[in-house]
């Protein structure tokens, strides 16, 4: 692809070291969200927590019904009118753009200052990319025609200057003979051609937050390779946080910087480096997973599936989630909260006999400090050799 033009087109794309002080892109505080109200409530994520920093990419992970979609919908202001935000917040550079007591968009208590703001940053500041283009594109339009309103909401231009910009965007998603393409409509195009349109009508606002929805899932392994590629591209261009959900930790491997699995709704671990949580894995469900992901190097191993299935929200058990199918389970598991056992303040570990040798269960190289963070944890804190590195890349 020869979209070197590319990079002057979408972003910043400074490429120079990063302030590993920065307040991160996205900060998600205690999410906590249920369906419906009163003592029918269900409670479909319990205290969510996690950050992305520019530049930064997150694998959020975990079968399906965990609550990845809705945590997305939630930061992107599109929860459905049933589902509310019982605590927590959502801050986007620091600024609060989601709050307890938020509902579905066309719920009033969704109007108010966070609100507006968020109003504000969808489609600018935050962009979402979706399993399914047809859910973004408009079938009756040519993609030329939603490319270029797209540059054009978002950047006030001439529609020259936005048509120039459009062939831009469309290079830089390698999309061959951008010029010809302005003419098609979406049904003309392939799938991987359409997700390249969908990604380039995402970005063309130089969004800081790209929100990644499963983009690839539908697409053969040749086609999301290079998706996966040009997310990359994008990300490192814009300096954008990428939060990519995805049942795949193969695709995480391939993409992210850093992980965050859920379980019914609640964070089972975060881990600020990928490479570490793959090779060891603290939380038993983290393991199952990987386990049960094929791994190209040793195909003779067989597989294994993880026994028994998720509780739906109106059946999660006291304790932890995951004690009914977990091999390492005792007593302790079936009561009460489960606690984050990391200490460490990147990392989380909601197990009570996490796998692994260091201090409670946590090996000693990424088990740094307490939950306050004093200059000392910042030396050993994961967090901050994951940003060091970034800032290096
Ligand atoms: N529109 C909706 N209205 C009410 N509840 C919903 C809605 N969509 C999903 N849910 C429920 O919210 C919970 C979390 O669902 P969510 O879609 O976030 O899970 P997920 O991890 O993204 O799953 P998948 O990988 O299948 O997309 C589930 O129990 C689900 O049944």
């Known amino acids: 692809m020869s979209g070197v033009s590319g990079v002057g087109a979408v972003g910043a794309g400074t490429g120079g070291r990063r302030d590993p002080l920065a307040v991160p892109v996205l900060e998600v505080e205690g999410l906590t969200l249920s369906l419906g109200e009163g003592p029918d409530a269900a409670r479909i994520l319990d205290d969510v927590s996690f950050t992305v920093a520019a530049g930064e990419a997150r694998g959020f992970v975990g079968e399906s019904g965990s609550g990845k979609s809705m945590t997305l919908r939630a930061v992107m202001g599109i929860l459905p009118p049933t589902v509310h935000v019982d605590a927590g917040r959502i801050l986007f550079r620091g600024e609060e753009i989601v709050s307890a007591g938020t509902t579905g968009p066309v719920g009033p208590r969704s109007r108010g200052a966070a609100a507006g703001r968020l109003q504000r940053l969808r489609g600018t500041g935050i962009a979402m990319i979706f399993q399914e283009p047809s859910v973004a594109l408009n079938p009756v339009t040519t993609v030329g025609e939603q490319i270029v309103d797209a540059v054009r909401r978002r950047q006030g231009l001439s529609r020259r200057q936005a048509r120039e910009r459009a062939l831009e965007l469309m290079e830089l998603v390698g999309i061959r003979e951008p010029a010809r393409r302005l003419g098609s409509y979406p049904f003309e195009l392939s799938g991987g051609m359409r997700q390249r349109v969908m990604i380039a009508a995402a970005v063309a606002g130089e969004p800081q937050l790209i929100l990644c929805d499963e983009p690839t899932t539908a697409l053969d392994v040749t086609v999301q390779a290079q998706i996966l590629a040009l997310f990359t591209r994008v990300r490192d261009e814009l300096d954008a946080a990428l939060l990519y959900v995805t049942h795949d930790l193969g695709v995480v491997a391939q993409l992210c910087d850093s992980l965050t ?18 090779d060891e894995p603290w939380h038993p469900y983290t393991r199952a997973l990987l386990d049960s992901t094929p791994d190209i190097d040793h195909l003779e191993q067989r597989l294994r599936t993880i026994p028994g299935s998720a509780p739906t929200p109106r059946d999660r ?31 989380e570990v909601h197990c009570l006999h996490p796998l692994g040798s260091g201090p409670g269960g946590v090996p000693s190289g990424e088990s740094a400090g307490s939950a306050g963070g004093s200059d000392a944890d910042a030396a050993t804190d994961p967090s901050t050799e994951a940003t060091e590195r970034q800032a290096a890349r």
């Open 261 to 278: 699995v859920l379980y019914s709704g609640s964070v089972m671990e975060s881990r600020p480096d990928l490479r570490a949580a793959f």
């Open 317 to 347: 058990p006291d304790g932890c989630p995951f004690a009914p199918r977990c091999e390492r389970v005792q007593d302790d598991c079936r009561h009460g909260r489960i606690p984050d056992t990391a200490r460490s303040r990147a990392t």
